[in-house]
């Protein structure tokens, strides 16, 4: 396959989203660095507080992209997803905080060694289990993801369900006093992901994961191994995953058995189906639309006749709701929609061809 | 036999199985009372032809006319109660279920098999020394005897037979063959058979489904002296 | 017919290993009959989440993550109606506590099966064509179903506090008090299993059934309405699992936890006896809970490691499917 240029599009909302902390500033009044308070920054202000929404929107991007690499490429069902990413935020967690390295070898050796463990956890699952056919694949992840999230829960070292505070963090890198550094550093990885993912997709070996997401009886009969391609999928997303969970270790400056929990399973999930499986720009669009709407309302008091409903207490059964209505309606998400509907007034406007194909573009 | 009368017409259906399109326009009358055939090399579409005629994998496009009843459209449990009893390829019984079991779920109404068992049994006498049998027990013919014997529970008009030679000795032939000769008495028979000379030995008229579609249909009479024909649409003489 | 008999045999083995792995390691003869008795109390309750789980799969291959749900929902169900306050209060119409729990038992298994048939009509039926979308809604609905009781009930579990009859009885065995509720259950599930049985065995559904399993399209073509059959069954099926939650909440209470907890002890079940098979469903139950009680014993007595029986049905799911994945009565993929 041809590797495509990036379009402009990307290229422009690249250009905004650099300028976004300053722009937001500008509009506001407000100072992107925050408020001076002697030494000390306080997180004060629009910019800031925008700066953080943004971050999240990035790290749930890479997140749910690194699930559409396993889920919408390759066709993988994986129910463990966050197995990696709280491993990931559990490693450099613990270097930080139990370890006498100094903060800036344990942040260093934090990063490497969360990635490498998320690597090791996806080879092995996937050696041991890929066999596995569809069903037993994903309650096979499901049931190590929950076992690892028990485990933590119980742990004592780890101080249990309660977790623990990240408290050794450099200043130029604490969200909590530079927000803007850790919000282009959080940018740079979320682009870096992007383009990661959408040259392997484009690549040769992203060619087989979709022919082994279409049939994998035909992708083996023309000679590839598919073990050999869905290991390598579940590794990468796994690392992606464990990326994330860093990086959200670092956000919220807490390490509990929470990242383990399935809702960092749930949220990719969603995320993809919602944006759509199988494109590029699907899972970001989900990530920002969900996190987005979840700023939004989570502040809102809706009144029907005589009772109150804080949109906050059923937010996550409101979601859940979303992706039941999702998968039903809009199996193939917001982009995947678009692109089925641009391509039938594509196909309206020119003579029709015989059968219909799913549409594969570059989105 | 009067061919004005069918109780089944296949007008020009198109079948699609996911986006492969299988069926491109089959066409084809069956009288009532006779024994009819589809021919064809294998993977010609002669299975998806008696299953679109099921409603398993309904057609897109054409019509199904089952004594002056369309078809199209209507689930397979409501066109078998119309009266079309399937015997698919394979032998495909329930194997972990007996042969009375095997029976009796065929029932439409309670007392079928009661009714029907002295046919049944007279048929295929096989099968009353089997009858507590796990179907997955049975020998290939025995397993044929009683996918046949299955579509013969309730009062069907029209059976649709899927290779029923498949697999078998030459012994278990020429019974199935008398069985089925026996069973047309009685009921219209829509055969899908690769084994030539049993087909031809059975049915009165044929037809030759190529590549998807109906390419020559006509009497068997006719039929087995056109070797021209046979040598050219089944590639046996 | 060979390979049931070594089924058979294997999980005879296998549950008296564990039943002398728990008598060597039992103080006395007392904490044995505890342990056997808890072991068997929760196999029972794990059966009634597995046998919908492995019987819906069998039939639709539809692995319903939601099953762990419903159990979930049959206990706050029964909860709400036993108690004062919550949603419904009976305890004024009904002041008979036996009467009201009947009741609250009915209410859960109404409960149970009004969602499932929902489920199953109005969100699976669309999906038959796209299993993995199948998959991911169920597992959504098992999200949805735990949050709806976080919406309407609350997210601290509740324990059962409004005593009856059989839950307040206790009988004395070994110098050791046992109580009769879980006696109560054990009869319970045991009758289930062998009612289920008879009717996949005896009457013309459960032939239907077991016909389905093999080839639900076959059983179409015979003129049966094979869809009508997945209502009734995936109903059946979450309306045993509502009732399961329902006889557990007077021992266990009504949380949230349930859900996930039992779907996967269950999916252990299922996938250790092979899914799809009843009689190893049945006795994948019986393996299951046993094991569980046995090591919540063990690692309470011996290593100070309460995670250890917590996670327990893991353990055993990840051994069995990488060793095994078809189970014990399974067919061979
Ligand atoms: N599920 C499917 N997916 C894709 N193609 C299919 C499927 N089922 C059948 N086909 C194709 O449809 C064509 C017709 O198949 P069909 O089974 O009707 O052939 P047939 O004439 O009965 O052959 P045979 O004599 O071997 O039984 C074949 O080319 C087959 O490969
Ligand atoms: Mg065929």
């Known amino acids: 396959m041809k ?297 809102q008091i809706v009144t029907i006749g005589s009772t109150t409903i804080r949109v906050a207490d059923s937010w996550s059964l409101l979601l859940g709701l979303i992706f039941i209505a999702v998968v039903l309606i809009f199996p193939q998400g917001i982009v995947g929609t678009w692109m089925r509907w641009r391509a039938r007034r594509v196909r309206l406007s020119s003579p029709p061809k015989g059968a219909e194909n799913p549409v594969q573009a570059d989105h | 036999m009067n061919p004005t009368d069918p109780i089944l017409t296949v007008q020009a259906i198109h079948t699609f199985i996911g986006q492969f399109h299988i069926l491109e326009g089959v066409s084809f009358t069956v009288p009532r009372g006779s024994i009819s055939v589809l021919l064809g090399r294998n993977g010609a579409g002669k299975t998806t032809t008696l ?43 329930f194997k972990e279920l007996t042969v009375r079991e095997n029976l009796e779920i065929a029932e439409r109404k309670r007392g079928d098999l009661a009714r029907r068992g002295d046919l049944i049994f007279d048929l295929f006498p096989d099968l009353k020394r089997l009858y507590t049998l796990l179907g997955g027990n049975l020998s290939g013919g025995q397993q044929q005897m009683l996918a046949i014997a299955r579509a013969l529970v309730p009062d069907n008009r029209l059976l649709l037979i899927d290779e029923p030679s498949e697999g078998l000795a030459p012994v278990i032939i020429e019974q199935l063959m008398s069985a089925i000769e026996r069973l047309s008495a009685q009921t219209t028979i829509l055969l899908v058979e690769q084994n030539f000379r049993m087909a031809s030995k059975l049915a009165q008229l044929y037809t030759i489904i190529d590549d998807g579609r109906s390419a020559i249909s006509g009497s068997m009479s006719d039929l087995v002296r056109d070797e021209a024909l046979i040598q050219r649409y089944l590639g046996v003489a | 017919m060979l390979r049931q008999r070594t089924s058979w045999i294997t999980i005879i083995i296998l549950i008296a290993a564990l039943l002398i792995f728990a008598a060597a390691t039992s103080r006395n003869l007392g904490t044995f009959g505890i342990t056997v008795l808890s072991g068997l109390f929760q196999a029972m309750l794990l059966f009634l989440v597995a046998s919908g789980l492995s019987i819906i799969f069998g039939l639709m291959d539809v692995l319903n993550f939601a099953q762990g749900g419903f159990f979930m929902i049959g206990a706050y169900v029964a909860y709400d109606v036993h108690h004062p306050g919550g949603l419904i209060d009976m305890t004024g119409a009904i002041p008979n506590a036996d009467l009201r729990f009947f009741l609250s038992i009915l209410a859960a298994i109404v409960i149970g099966a009004l969602l499932g048939a929902f489920l199953e009509r109005g969100l699976l039926r669309p999906l038959y064509a796209r299993p993995i979308f199948q998959l991911v809604l169920t597992f959504g609905v098992s999200l949805v179903l735990v949050e709806a009781v976080r919406f309407i009930w609350s997210t601290t579990p509740y324990s059962w506090t409004a005593l009856f009859s059989v839950r307040e009885g206790y009988f004395t065995l070994f110098e050791q008090q046992f109580s009769t509720y879980r006696l109560f259950v054990i009869g319970i599930g045991f009758f289930l299993i062998v009612a289920i049985a008879l009717l996949l065995q005896r009457t013309r559904i459960g032939i239907i059934i077991r016909a389905g399993v093999e080839d639900s399209g076959m059983v179409e073509a015979l003129g049966i309405n094979v869809r009508a059959v997945f209502t009734l069954v995936f109903t059946f099926g979450c309306a045993v699992a509502a009732f399961g939650g329902a006889i557990a909440a ?72 990488l060793l095994r994945p078809s189970g014990l009565f399974g067919e061979r993929r």
Request: no cysteine; aromatic share 10%; hydrophobic share 55%.
């Open chain 2, 51 to 93: 299953k679109s005629i099921m409603g398993m994998t309904p057609p897109r496009e054409g019509t199904i006319l089952f004594d002056g009843q369309n078809l199209i459209g209507k689930r397979p449990y409501h066109i078998a109660q119309l009266g079309i009893g399937y015997v698919p390829e394979h032998r495909a019984i």
């Open chain 1, 3 to 299: 590797e495509r240029a990036i379009p402009w599009v990307f290229l422009l909302i690249l250009v905004s989203l650099i300028a976004f902390p300053f722009i937001v500033a500008l509009l506001t009044g407000s100072s992107p660095l925050g408020v001076a308070r002697g030494d000390r920054m306080i997180m004060r202000g629009e910019s800031v507080r925008w700066q953080a929404v943004l971050i999240e929107i990035f790290l749930l991007g890479i997140l749910a992209m690194s699930y559409n690499l396993i889920f919408g490429f390759t066709g993988v069902i994986s129910f463990g997803h966050a197995l990696f990413f709280g491993m990931g935020g559990y490693t450099i967690g613990l270097l930080l905080e139990f370890t006498d390295l100094d903060t800036t070898s344990a942040l260093i050796f934090g990063l490497i060694g969360g990635l490498a463990l998320a690597a090791l956890l996806g080879l092995i699952i996937g050696l041991v289990s890929l066999r596995l056919q569809g069903v037993y694949f994903a309650i096979f992840t499901l049931a190590v993801a929950e076992m690892f999230f028990i485990f933590f829960g119980r742990l004592q070292l780890t101080r249990a369900e309660d977790g623990f505070a990240i408290t050794d963090l450099p200043v130029w890198l604490d969200p909590t006093q530079s927000r803007l550094t850790f919000y282009y550093i959080v940018l740079a990885v979320f682009v870096l992901t992007f383009v990661f993912i959408r040259r392997l997709v484009n690549s040769p070996t992203g060619a087989v994961f979709k022919a082994i997401r279409e049939n994998e009886d035909r992708a083996s009969a023309i000679g590839y191994n598919p073990l050999t391609y869905k290991l390598i999928a579940i590794t990468i997303g796994g690392v992606f995953a464990a990326l994330a969970g860093i990086l959200q270790v670092i956000l919220n400056k807490k390490v509990g058995p929470e990242l383990l929990s399935v809702t960092y399973t749930v949220d990719p999930l969603l995320m993809t189906i919602i944006g759509g499986i199988g494109t590029f720009t699907g899972p970001v669009i989900g990530a920002s639309g969900l996190h987005l709407l979840d700023t939004a309302l989570r502040e």
């Open chain 3, 250 to 321: 007077p021992f266990l209470g009504a949380s949230i936890g349930m859900s996930s907890s039992f779907l996967l002890s269950a999916i252990a079940v299922v996938v250790l006896g092979g899914l799809g098979s009843y009689v190893g469903t049945a006795a994948g139950s019986i393996l299951v809970g046993l094991a569980i009680a046995v090591m919540a014993n063990y690692s309470a007595e011996f290593l100070n490691l309460p995670v250890l029986a917590s996670m327990t049905p893991m353990l055993l799911l990840v051994l069995v499917l």
